[in-house]
């Protein structure tokens, strides 16, 4: 993929991730890393998602120098950056302000597999991180070491929920099914006790999306 398919991929996802109720505003961050070299996309700071282009894309190294772009990136860089250090299997960030998964977020707890999607595609459970503030390498090494080796996303306490995957579509796959997760939970919770999936056949069930599903 070009560097201009990487820049448009992060324009793209800016307007689903507005359109889908997973942010509101200017809110939220978006980046993808171009695996061979190294480079990360991500979307600038402050700018409306339905305004900003692929030349408003600001393209990062490891250290977070900008190699491209006139915008100021992201508030997040430094989150985005510590992700892609721990996880070399993530080559896309989307940083969510939804309602559900922020809800849990605020009250410190976290978020089971208690649907089977959740389970295949995010992990057994995803973790509320230690609170810091916004903007901050405290933030994103306390984010790195929310989401672990496995898991796919984690809750930001009080701010709002982080997803990741082996690209874009993946990342906001997460996106969606751990809000629409964070629903059910909600309102399961309210009613009486969610019932669990065994860590046996969460293991299953990752094991058949990985190895069964789909066309081969």
């Keep these: 993929m070009t560097g201009k398919r990487y820049k448009e991929t992060v324009v793209a996802a800016g307007v689903t991730m507005l359109e889908e109720g997973l942010t509101v505003g200017t809110w939220g961050n978006i980046s993808v890393r171009d695996p061979e070299t190294g480079l990360v996309y991500i979307s600038p700071s402050g700018m409306d998602y339905r305004e900003i282009e692929p030349n408003d894309i600001v ?6 120098n900008i190699v491209d772009g006139a915008r100021v990136p992201s508030i997040e860089k430094e989150t985005h950056i510590a992700v892609y250090h721990s996880r070399p299997d993530v080559n896309a960030v989307v940083h969510t302000h939804p309602i559900y998964s922020t809800v849990l977020g605020v009250n410190g707890m976290d978020l089971p597999a208690i649907s089977e999607d959740f389970a295949q595609i995010v992990g057994d459970k995803i973790i509320c991180s230690i609170y810091a503030l916004p903007g901050t390498k405290e933030l994103g090494q306390n984010v790195a070491a929310g989401l672990g080796k496995e898991r796919n996303a984690v809750l930001l306490p009080n701010h709002g929920t982080l ?18 997760t964070a629903q059910i939970y909600i309102l399961a919770l309210s009613i009486g006790t969610p019932q669990l999936i065994s860590a046996e056949d ?8 990985k190895n069964k599903y789909g066309q081969r």
């Design 163 to 180: 997803c990741v995957g082996e690209d874009m579509k993946t990342a906001l796959t997460v996106s969606h099914v751990v809000e629409k």
């Design 59 to 64: 393209v990062l190294d490891n250290d977070l």
């Design 202 to 209: 969460i293991k299953a069930m990752q094991d058949y999306k």
